[in-house]
């Protein structure tokens, strides 16, 4: 079975593309659609696209080759649903479906071969700066569009993206790459796989990446650097055992703070730094380790304990200036954050037609921060988690899945998720699914303990003990088609989430002055619908569209708002905070990827992206942009030696704003970025 996959459709192109073409392509066990993919993210359990609880789109080497991309969260403008923006003096997010955050966002899942990639540093979030994994160790991704606490824990709230990376068996050799650009585009990979002995394999990366960020800034800075060392080694132990080792560690800088605006020019020969928030280097690390040991019990049966550990560090301290001694030198983002765990899981066959995983796992988070845990130092929680996941098959038509999960935390207490869903097999074309999703998702160490201060009696920002956990019921109706004979593929869906005690910053303007506070202000409704359509209408050619369309209504539940928050007592402030929550998603986004065998052994493709109008935070408002990449590659052979020189251009059509805070229309200007690659194979 042949399972690389190309995702995504839009309408408009489907009718322009039947019109070109007009006729089926004959159908051949070897093309590139001939069938759909198996996937494990879902239920943890290998199945079917069609016998999955949810939607799912798989992103598989050569599409990530194809989309142009330096930066792993850029390919998710391929999924439906998902938005991102560039890294700058805020590190890359990506959401799902909105209810974005001020910084790292902790409701989508993010797994590299099975660890998470959540840290308690980074506010139980992603920080997309920190990627252990370089884009040719990929082999494909797999993302869940729809909520998966059930098989991944409370971070699953909205979706889950996991990474799978290359077996060490097939790497061989040496290869050695190099970009080379504008914007100070300077990237250097180095990647060499052997055997180890007569039972094992290994593959070794390093890789640095730079850049000297967005163009045309005004009262801000950014540049981005970044160095990887990446190893994964495999053992077989016999016939039935293997052992997969994983670690390595990644560092990055980037650039933070703002240019005070009385003491710049046009020219940028005079500047100086805001005192309140001066320019300098934001330094972040990652350290992990992961050992996966699997045991085959039988024919469909097997067991597996892995254990994973992770140490993050991060640092932007500067002097304020306006505060007191002992409590000016401020490092909001530091300073270390560590993750212990350790998860056991089996996978059998209990009766006829019907097949079973569950497992359990226990971690540990570690966060010490002296300026964010003032008088605390360091905070610690332990999560204990049991989960199971079914699937069953009775008769040829129809597959049911069900799921559930138990978690207890010691800062957020215990929380039950369950999921029930069916597929209903019209034939072997059509697919219809329908299924319920009960969700939760805990808040991150700092909302329930932090303490940061600007004197002894003025606190800046509070935790909440008893914080409540977000909650989600998502209801959702889907249909895959998957049309053969015509090398087409159609996968809609179509949802309503329900999102109760959503979690914000706020100032509760009490007497004591606490500071800000997270609590729980809104309810959230999530409607929409989205697809992926995938057709390679000629052997040379393939194309991908994705579109969402997404309306989201907020209002507030109201149990932690007392009568003087300033939340409401502000005027102007209710009002925003409505529009971050109803305009956290664009209404409507699409993407399309043409890629094109061209002659003389040319690889050419073009990514084109339409945005709507959204908000990333609170004091962000991007207008609707249109965005188009393109990559021109030529693969060689010369005697023994292999590899492929390519040109790639981001943002072909100009300038445009992907992140902008308000009144500045100048601020974070994504501007047309261009670069040759070179690849040698020995």
């Known amino acids: 079975m042949n399972t690389r996959k190309i995702g995504s459709g839009g309408a408009s192109v ?24 198996v996937v494990a ?17 798989v992103i598989d080497r050569e599409t990530i080759k194809a989309a142009g991309v330096r930066a792993l969260n850029d390919v998710f403008r391929l999924v439906p649903g998902f938005q991102t923006f560039p890294h700058n003096t805020d590190p890359a ?26 840290s308690p540093l980074f506010r139980s979030g992603v920080n997309w700066a920190l990627m252990p994994v370089a884009l040719e160790d990929i082999e494909r991704i797999e993302v869940v569009r729809g909520s998966n606490t059930t098989s991944y824990g409370t971070n699953a709230f909205l979706g889950v993206i996991n990474i799978v990376t290359v077996d060490p068996a097939l790497v061989r050799g040496v290869s050695v790459a190099a970009n080379h650009g504008s914007q100070g585009v300077r990237d250097y990979t180095l990647r060499g796989g052997a055997r180890l002995g007569e039972e094992g394999e290994f593959r070794v990366t390093y890789q640095q990446l730079d850049d000297d960020g967005l163009e045309d800034q005004y009262d801000w800075i950014d540049s981005f650097r970044s160095r990887l060392l990446d190893l994964r080694a495999t053992w077989r132990l016999g016939v039935r055992d293997e052992l997969d080792l994983h670690a390595g560690r990644i560092e990055g800088v980037m650039t933070f703070g703002r240019l005070d605006k009385d003491f710049v020019n046009r020219s940028g020969e005079l500047f100086r730094s805001d005192p309140e928030n001066p320019i300098r280097d934001f330094d972040q690390s990652s350290n992990w380790l992961q050992l996966r040991w699997l045991r085959t019990l039988s024919e469909g049966s097997d067991f597996s304990l892995r254990y994973a550990y992770s140490a993050d560090e991060a640092s932007d301290e500067y002097v304020d200036p306006g505060l007191p001694a002992g409590f000016a030198r401020i490092d909001e983002s530091g300073d270390r954050g560590h993750r212990s765990e ?20 226990w971690r540990q988070d570690t966060l010490r921060s002296k300026s964010m845990l003032y008088g605390q130092n360091k905070v610690s929680r332990d999560v204990s988690r049991a989960f199971a996941n079914a699937e069953w098959a009775p008769v040829a038509w129809f597959t049911g899945n069900l799921g559930f999960s138990s978690e207890y935390d010691s800062l957020a207490g215990n929380n039950v998720s369950s999921r029930a869903s069916g597929g209903f097999h019209l034939n072997a074309e059509n697919t219809v699914r329908a299924g319920y999703t009960r969700a939760w998702r805990t808040a991150s160490i700092l909302d329930y303990r932090a303490n940061l201060r600007s004197s002894a009696t003025r606190a800046v920002f509070t935790g909440t003990r008893n914080l409540p956990a977000e909650s ?24 309503r989430e329900r999102v109760g005690d959503r979690l914000f910053l706020i100032d509760p303007n009490v007497r004591d002055r606490l500071g800000d506070q997270v609590m729980p202000i809104q309810d959230i409704r999530i409607d929409g619908v989205e697809y992926q359509w995938k057709w390679q209408p000629l052997e040379a050619t393939r194309l991908m569209v994705s579109q969402s369309f997404i309306r989201i209504d907020s209002d507030y539940s109201g149990g932690a708002l007392t009568p003087t928050s300033n939340l409401v007592t502000r005027r102007g402030r209710k009002e925003l905070v409505d529009a971050f929550a109803e305009e956290s998603a664009p209404r409507r986004a ?13 690889e050419g493709s073009v990514a084109r992206y339409w945005v709507d109008p959204m908000r990333w935070t609170r004091n962000t408002s991007v207008g609707g942009y249109v965005r188009t990449d393109a990559r021109l590659g030529y693969p060689f052979r010369i005697a023994r030696q292999g590899g ?25 200007v994504v501007g047309r970025r261009h670069w040759v690659s070179l690849r040698l194979d020995f």
């Open 14 to 37: 489907l009718a322009v593309a039947a019109a070109l073409v007009g006729a089926p392509a004959a159908a051949d066990d070897n093309l590139f659609f001939s069938e759909l993919p």
């Open 472 to 495: 989600l019921d998502s209801w959702e109706v889907g249909y895959l088609g998957d049309w053969k004979d015509w090398r087409m593929s159609l996968d809609v869906r179509g949802f």
């Open 41 to 57: 993210s879902v239920s943890r359990l290998p199945q079917r696209q069609v016998d999955a609880p949810t939607a799912v789109t």
């Open 93 to 118: 997010r990506v959401t799902y479906h909105g209810i974005t955050d001020e910084d790292f966002s902790p409701r989508v899942q993010v797994l590299v071969d099975g660890r998470s990639l959540h």
């Open 342 to 361: 350790v998860e056991a899981q089996h996978t059998f066959s209990p009766f006829d037609r019907t097949r079973l995983v569950w497992g359990a796992s």
């Open 590 to 602: 699409s993407s399309l990827l043409w890629m094109q065998k061209l002659p003389y052994g040319l």
């Open 644 to 668: 492929e020189v390519a040109y790639t251009v981001q943002s072909l059509d100009g300038d445009h704003g992907e992140f902008k805070s308000n009144g500045s229309p100048a601020d974070r």
